[in-house]
């Protein structure tokens, strides 16, 4: 069962979550929270595998909530929840260390296939909007120090550079002529030699570090 926390400002979008969510077999809401600062709290006392976070909040907003969840090394996973596809917060929510996004209207059978998606370790990512966002608010300056990427061999930048581009694993494999397991492989390795949690974490970190420039 994927044990999910809900958290929004508005109650009517609440209750609208809550009833897509619970009208399946395999998830059940165990809260609900109406601020960061409540969500955050919640998180940490029921450990839940998803929290469902709103962006824009009163007071502690979902950017500095998913920080506290994400900090705390829980296994609970955030996806954040916007109106707009381009939200300056969202950018700094994916770095803040949430698994992925949706649109606030996005239709109940792809909200579901998020949840298990992020549930099982995974992230959401919508490859155009993720890589608009990040070429928009990363800037256009001098690359950094490359630091870790040091530690990557040749095929796992280059794998890596092409997670950033917004390939699945299946593509990529196409691309380099290897087994979609070989590439499972090197995706693993890329993101525990670089400490990061997901997909989503790697494209940010390849465009922090230069490894991909905007509008390249």
């Known amino acids: 069962m994927i044990r999910v926390l809900v958290a929004d400002d508005q109650a009517l979008v609440r209750t ?3 009833m897509i969510l619970e009208n399946t077999d395999d998830m059940q809401v165990v809260g609900e929270a109406g601020d960061g600062a409540r969500a955050a709290a919640m998180a940490l006392d029921l450990r839940p595998d998803v929290v469902l976070m709103d962006i824009r909040m009163p007071g502690v907003d979902g950017v500095e909530a998913t920080r506290r969840i994400c ?3 829980l ?5 954040v929840l916007t109106t707009f596809d381009l939200d300056e917060y969202v950018y700094a929510a994916l770095r803040a260390g949430a698994s992925g996004f949706l649109l606030k209207d996005t239709l109940a059978g792809d909200l579901l296939s998020a949840v298990r998606v992020v549930a099982r370790g995974d992230a959401v990512v919508a490859p ?8 928009r608010h990363i800037g256009t ?5 490359p630091t870790a990427l040091d530690t990557l061999t040749d095929r796992e930048r280059e794998v890596l550079s092409l997670i950033a581009r917004g390939l699945s694993n299946l593509e990529i494999a196409a691309r380099l002529h290897l087994t979609e397991g070989t590439v499972k492989t090197h995706v693993s390795r890329v993101l525990a030699k670089l400490d990061l949690r997901d997909r989503v974490q790697a494209v940010v970190h390849a465009y922090e570090s230069g490894l991909i ?4």
């Open 75 to 79: 296994q609970t996973r955030v996806m």
């Open 128 to 135: 155009s909007v993720t890589r608009r966002l990040l070429e």
């Open 141 to 145: 300056g001098p690359a950094p120090a």
């Open 71 to 73: 900090a705390a090394g």
């Open 213 to 216: 420039r905007p509008g390249v």
């Open 16 to 18: 609208g979550f809550r």
